[in-house]
């Protein structure tokens, strides 16, 4: 069969139809061995690097559970089964030595990369290097390390505005349907503040139908980001209460600024509001219950040194090496292989994600409910008086 009419049969990127198993989807990298990758679009037999069929048999039978996914062929034979789907084999087109493209689900794949350089922080000029900004948000995504560096850049305080929320939702997309990224470091370009959290004015005296928009791009973001397949590192170089908080929170390490003037903490209790469930899940899943019952309760904000020692954040360095660290750490994490990683990320985050997803339009409902009421709204109005104040 001519490798044309094979890749139109099995799909144009040449791969088997969607797995069943929803989890085995979301991991999208297999570990890669330093050869340059072939962009012919045909399955093979080549004995590359002694492994028999490289890029399935020995990652996809070692850690996939889903039992559509039986691989009947042993290195050589003629026919592998994927998802149920007997899949022809063809002699691979490559050169010796060239690692063939065409097995991997398109979402696995990946170009062979080098891992970042703790001494080379990412955003620094690496070539090829892409950048994408928008009003609020700038984006920059070295493609050599697979690393985006992701700036908040909405004066005064990054508030999470329905602008600036839509705006996070689609660059995390972005970066998350883009084969050369891998991780990302999210930080501000606002000096001393990271995010003063969800902005206060679209939640005062606003319609029902701007609440529902609102609250629906709150739940957005917060979805992607803390179900993103991508490593994320937080670099909190300011202030971060509230939604600023969560959004720290959802990344799989923090590291903030060694400065106690900088603080962290979901304060919603001093707004006279209540964090929504799925606030409080993801602090209980960081700090634990004790810690985020008593923190929640007092609204409490704390100073940088005190959120290190509720393990609120993973480390505290000099603000001027805060990048230099997060690339550090971002190596460290991009060192295993995404599957394992993505596979074990997935397990640890799920129930709290899927708790959202099933109950996201009652969610909805009890926002626009709390926060239409008139006790609400005096709080709201009193507390950003109170920011005014002093300020003056
Ligand atoms: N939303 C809107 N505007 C804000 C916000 C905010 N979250 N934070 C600050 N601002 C405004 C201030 O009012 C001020 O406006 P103006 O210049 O017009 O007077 C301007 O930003 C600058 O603020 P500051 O002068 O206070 O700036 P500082 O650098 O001195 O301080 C801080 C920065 C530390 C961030 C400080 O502004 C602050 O503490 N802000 C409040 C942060 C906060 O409490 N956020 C909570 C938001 S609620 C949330 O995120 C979760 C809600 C969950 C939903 C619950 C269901 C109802």
């Known amino acids: 069969m001519a490798a044309a009419t094979l890749a139109r049969r099995i799909g144009r990127s040449g791969a088997p139809g969607p797995c069943p198993d929803r989890s085995l989807q979301r991991a999208r990298h297999v570990p890669e061995p330093p050869l340059p990758l072939c962009a012919a679009r045909v399955f093979h037999v080549s004995p590359c690097r002694g492994l028999g069929c490289p890029c399935i048999l020995p990652e996809w039978v070692g850690v996939s559970p889903c039992p559509a996914l039986s691989v009947q062929s042993a290195f050589g034979e003629r026919t592998l089964h994927l998802w149920g789907c007997a899949v022809p084999v063809l002699t691979c087109l490559c050169p010796p030595g060239v690692l063939p493209l065409c097995c991997r689900p398109p ?24 950048s994408f900004s928008n009003n609020k948000i ?21 508030s999470l505005s329905l602008e600036f929320l839509t705006e996070f939702s689609i660059s995390l997309e972005k970066l998350e349907n883009n084969r050369a990224c891998r991780g990302v470091i999210i930080t501000s370009a606002v000096p001393k503040i990271f995010s003063s959290g969800l902005d206060i004015t679209e939640m005062c005296g606003k319609s029902v139908e701007h609440y529902t928009e609102f609250w629906r791009a709150v739940q957005e973001m917060w979805l992607r980001l803390y179900g993103s397949n991508m490593v994320t ?9 509230a939604g600023g908080c969560l959004v720290a929170l959802s990344c799989d390490y923090r590291i903030m600024a060694e400065n106690p003037k900088f603080s962290i903490g979901l304060n919603e209790a001093q707004l006279g509001i209540v964090a929504p469930f799925w606030f409080k899940d993801t602090f209980v899943n960081v700090v634990g219950h004790r810690i985020a019952e008593r923190s929640l309760q007092l609204g409490s904000l704390h100073p940088a040194p005190e959120a290190l020692k509720l393990g609120l954040v993973d480390e505290l360095v000099p603000e001027e090496k805060l990048m230099e660290k997060a690339a550090a750490v971002m190596a460290q994490w991009l060192a295993l292989p995404d599957h394992a990683r993505q596979l074990t990320k997935t397990m640890m985050r799920k129930a709290v994600l899927d708790r959202l997803v099933a109950h996201r339009e ?10 239409s009421k008139e006790s609400i709204q005096k709080s709201l109005r009193m507390y950003m008086e109170m920011l005014k104040k002093r300020k003056s």
């Open 107 to 130: 979402a696995w794949d990946r170009a062979t990369r080098p891992l970042p350089s703790p001494l080379q922080p990412p955003g620094l000029p690496l070539a090829p290097c892409r």
């Open 138 to 158: 700038q984006v920059e995504l070295d493609e050599s390390s697979g690393v985006a560096m992701m700036k908040f850049k909405s004066p005064p305080v990054n």
């Open 233 to 241: 590192v937080a670099a909190v170089n300011g202030s971060s209460p």
């Open 362 to 371: 009652e969610d909805i409902k009890n926002f626009i409910t709390f926060v």
